[in-house]
């Protein structure tokens, strides 16, 4: 599964607290629904303990909700109430990998998700709306990759070449008619023969827009990278990192290059973010954060942030314009519009991953084995529990 990112708050004026040191406060129950991905697959956290859904489910972008498959039965479940909405029987072997915003909607394989997939000469594809399945069968190697907004195309990626894939296009695949085409350029216009950009798996994070309108999807190490912009004008491209915005509901996909040295460091010290008003990437290598304009499509302020170096980002930006920054073992709170520093305090490392509750609340961080929740404002450690294998934290609901 690709990297999703969620949204938090936290608060604070010059704080260095002990985020996961015991306190005199005493321990908080779990209030909240915790997804994460665990070394046994995806897990479901709530006050009454862990729900285990096993490595086949998947989850839709903003985590709302949750598509598993078990004994030939694919359930479409509300992630933040565990109610299943339907269910439909379907044949042995087959693996969700995309779920529709509304959940009405799962694509899925017969292969799980990987970097970069095996050559094959053809692809099967099992879609599943409302309740009704319809297979198909690809010509070369497709993946999944999101649903439109009125679930009657699905974006697809497909690898080249496909006997050795080493990278891809973004194309969308009409369920009615069984065609995979070309999207279309930002100005709605059908992109030419040859000149769809082709991109690479590395560093690939995305994040939905606060209007649930268009996916973000941050590639980094992308060397001589050419547009379609670039194709069609004849320009050389040299872009190492940029975000594909892709429009769920006109189709069309644009990509929004990043100031050096983005893409320049590690993937893993990449991150994107979403919230009111645009969005943000972050940068641990070079500590560098760039906010972007999401109307313009346009690379805003850029500023410098103390993160810690060289290790896995993660990047949330806030209802109340804080922006969030956390790597290895230090989380950090700036303000939106000044750049200061308000709060900056430890946390378990290494960080895999930060949360906010539905309330503004309370904060949770993931570290190795762990989730551990805080009071939003001050960073003091309300409780933990204990999760075996865990890798990630996805969403809070």
């Keep these: 599964m690709t990297t999703r990112r969620d949204f938090l708050v936290l608060a604070g004026a010059g704080l260095a607290l002990g985020g996961c040191r015991e306190t005199t406060r005493p321990a908080a129950p779990m209030r909240d629904v915790v997804l994460a991905e665990t070394s046994r697959g995806l897990v479901r956290l709530t006050p009454r303990g862990e729900q285990s ?29 565990g109610v299943t909405e339907r269910t439909t029987g379907i044949t042995p072997g087959w693996l969700p990998r995309v779920v529709s915003l509304d959940g009405r909607a799962c694509a899925l394989g017969r292969t799980p998700a990987a970097a970069v997939p095996e050559g094959r000469a053809r692809t099967p594809l099992l879609v599943v709306v409302d309740g009704r399945p319809r297979e198909y069968d690809l010509p ?57 950009e082709t991109m690479r798996g590395e560093g690939r994070q995305a994040v939905l827009s606060g209007d649930r309108k268009r996916l973000l999807t941050l590639y980094t190490h992308q ?11 004849g320009r050389p491209g040299n872009a190492h990192a940029f975000v594909h915005v892709l429009h769920l509901v006109e189709r069309w996909a644009y990509c929004l290059d990043l100031p050096h040295p983005f893409g320049e460091g590690p993937a893993r010290g990449h991150a994107i973010a979403v919230g009111p008003g645009g969005a943000a990437v972050v940068d641990s290598t070079s500590g560098l954060l760039a906010y972007l304009d999401l109307e313009s499509l346009a690379v805003g302020r850029r500023e410098r942030v103390p993160i810690s170096l060289d290790a896995a980002a993660f990047l949330l930006l806030t ?33 895999l991953g930060l949360g906010l509750s539905g309330d503004g609340e309370r904060l949770y961080t993931a570290s190795p084995g762990s989730v551990h929740w805080h009071d939003a404002t001050s960073g003091a450690l309300l409780g933990r529990s204990a999760v075996e294998g865990l890798t990630a934290l996805r969403f809070v609901r």
């Design 53 to 81: 859904h096993g490595p086949a489910a998947a989850l839709s972008h903003d985590g709302t909700r949750l598509a598993v498959v078990r004994e030939k039965v694919l359930s479409q479940i509300v992630a933040g109430t």
């Design 140 to 196: 070369g190697v497709i993946d999944p990759d999101a649903f439109t907004s009125d679930a009657t195309g699905l974006f697809v990626l497909e690898w080249l070449p496909a006997a050795k894939p080493d990278r891809y296009r973004v194309r969308v695949l009409d369920l009615d008619s069984g065609r995979v085409g070309s999207l279309a350029t930002r100005a709605k216009l059908p992109v030419p023969g040859g000149a769809e």
């Design 319 to 351: 209802v109340d314009r804080r922006t969030i920054a956390g790597a290895a073992g230090k989380i950090t709170v700036l303000d939106r519009d000044s750049g200061a520093v308000t709060a900056s305090w430890p946390v378990p490392e290494p960080l």
């Design 223 to 233: 060397p001589g990278h050419q547009h379609t912009r670039d194709l069609l004008s």
